[in-house]
């Protein structure tokens, strides 16, 4: 398939090929056509050759060629592939258009400094863990790190101190980037305002932008409710502060902590699973 690509990526064999797919062609009227020397086309024609989409034969004095139709119907079916994948329902090109939409609209908006100023956004999640071990994951560095980011991320560097007053640092990048050689997809500053645990949290936390100042300041207030099928998670998320350079972190805001919650949400779920799990093994032996 790379030799195939290569062969069809110079324009000179493109035209080549549209030529003999209408029919099989000689050397010299094939460069009469393409309006080229004969000897340049005789090398393209070899390269096509060896990439297997055309083949020829000696017809007396002349050599002619043929195109071979197998190797283009693989590739139009790889290429078929990889445009029903890009355009299948949900996923991250869903995402990544959602995103695009709401970041013109927010570039439109941010004019002049505290244009976002008093914009909340709300969130409810169903937890099926207890507040106890919610609590874990919304305060604990290491149960953090599993989920707080948006899908294709990863969190890089992770400071949460749980108490009022308490710093947080919080770095992510790209999933994929393993050794950190892509530049930093965002780096948020902030410290804990209330710590009721189990029941409620506080914090502000500001994006920082490229030379060190600060995006917006969000201001979150988290509140747990026991049920009894676990934790009812309320998050509301206030914007303040906002600079006319927050438009691309505040146009995220509603997509990036929904994936985050929904990932902290199937974390638990996986906890809670294996704990019953073991629990129901203990008690049948």
């Known amino acids: 398939m790379d030799a195939l690509l290569t062969a069809l990526a110079d324009p000179a064999r493109w035209r080549l090929v549209g030529l003999l797919a209408e029919r099989p062609r000689p050397v010299g009227v094939l460069a009469q056509l393409a309006e080229a020397r004969q000897p340049q086309t005789t090398k393209h024609l070899q390269a096509l050759e060896r990439a297997g989409v055309v083949t020829s034969q000696r017809s007396g004095q002349r050599r002619v060629y043929a195109l071979r139709a197998a190797p283009l119907r693989e590739l139009a079916a790889a290429l078929t592939r990889l445009a029903e994948t ?88 790209d999933a994929e980037d393993a050794d950190g050689s892509d530049v930093v997809a965002g780096r948020a500053l902030g410290f804990v305002e209330d710590v009721r645990p189990g029941k409620r949290l506080a914090y502000r936390l500001s994006p920082v932008l490229t030379g060190g100042s600060l995006a917006f300041t969000a201001h979150l207030d988290l509140d747990l409710q026991p049920t009894d099928t676990g934790t009812e998670l309320d998050v509301h998320f206030q914007v303040a502060d906002s600079t006319i350079n927050s438009a691309d972190f505040i146009a995220g805001i509603e997509i990036g902590f929904g994936q985050s919650l929904d990932k902290l949400a199937a974390t638990l779920a996986v906890g809670t699973h294996s704990t019953k799990h073991d629990t129901n093994t203990r008690s049948a032996r």
């Open 86 to 173: 890009a355009e299948q329902a949900g996923g991250s090109r869903e995402t990544y258009d959602r995103y695009e939409r709401s970041l013109h609209a927010e570039r439109l908006a941010a004019k002049e400094p505290g244009w976002a100023d008093g914009r909340s956004f709300r969130f409810h999640r169903s937890l099926t863990a207890g507040p106890e071990e919610v609590w874990r994951h919304l305060t604990e560095a290491s149960l953090l790190a599993r989920w707080w980011t948006p899908d294709d991320l990863r969190v890089s560097e992770l400071v949460f101190e749980a108490r009022p007053g308490g710093r947080i640092v919080h770095e992510y990048r």
